[in-house]
């Protein structure tokens, strides 16, 4: 039996008197890899904020295992989200500090390990992302996708029980989309983190995603739960049969009609 990890209730999601999203009734498990999902301006990272403790809900709340989010004092909503990751779209890096001194900051902030240790943990996470030996340097000095890596390094920092990740792949060629979708995977099978990720990219929602949410920007409510995969095949909506095939639909649109003799 999956255990729930993120149970999301009765959520609606608003700027001032404008509703984003409403409605939301979801559960994310242990180990998902799980896809939030939907066209551009549907409120995916919106989503993603109220997840991660940055915008409060018009209503509803967020279950962590059976801890509420919403309901809980600052203090304690801290205590919560220190189980958790966040690698935003950009890497987010501090411009001014190296690759060590980012990664080092969640340990220096929220653990008393002696600076010893926190190099050899720093060393570890850059390694795992691929990255061992670049302490030295700064965000400047490296590739879109490297900074996007280093900034997963620092979101592990803490051994987050759940990684919330905001359009991995956004602006990285086809060959480094691929080689973070297979790290993202390999973190999750290494590591046993649940991986809630905001993305558009169909490579990316087929390739490692086995759970998701579809959210719907007429609506502004969520149209369909479950497996990637078992959405298109099963799916009746044309909303998302269309947007789970744009690719294909792309291609026959591009394609030039034969001429005829």
């Known amino acids: 039996m999956a255990t729930p990890c993120l149970t999301i209730k009765d959520l609606t999601l608003a700027y001032g008197e404008f509703i984003i999203q409403q409605n939301l009734n979801f559960t994310i498990n242990e180990g998902d890899i799980f896809i939030i999902m939907g066209s551009s301006g549907c409120g995916k990272s919106t989503l993603l904020m109220t997840l991660v403790g940055l915008l409060k809900p018009r209503q509803g709340d967020v279950l962590f295992g059976e801890q509420s989010l919403w309901q809980a004092d ?66 400047s000095e490296l590739s879109g996708g490297m900074q996007k890596r280093a900034g997963l390094a620092r979101a592990m920092a803490l051994d987050p029980k759940i990684l919330f990740i905001d359009e991995p792949s956004a602006g990285l060629d086809p060959v480094s989309a691929k080689l973070m979708d297979d790290l993202i ?37 969520m ?39």
């Open 185 to 221: 995977r390999n973190l999750r099978d290494h590591l046993g983190a649940t991986i809630v990720m905001v993305t558009h990219e169909l490579a990316s929602i087929f390739a490692i995603g086995n759970n998701s949410v579809f959210l719907d920007t007429e609506t502004k409510t």
């Open 74 to 139: 600052p203090e304690a909503r801290q205590k919560i989200l220190q189980y958790s990751g966040v690698l935003f779209q950009t890497g987010a890096l501090l411009s001014s500090m190296t690759l060590f001194e980012n990664v080092a900051l969640p340990l220096t902030e929220h653990t008393g390990l002696g600076i010893d240790r926190i190099r050899q943990l720093v060393a570890y996470k850059l390694a795992l992302v691929g990255l061992a030996g670049f302490e030295d340097f700064y965000p």
């Open 223 to 261: 149209i369909a739960t479950g497996p990637p995969q078992q959405l298109l095949v099963e799916s009746e909506d044309p909303k998302i049969i269309r947007f789970l095939t744009r690719g294909e639909t792309d291609k026959h649109q591009t394609e030039k009609p034969p001429e005829h003799a």
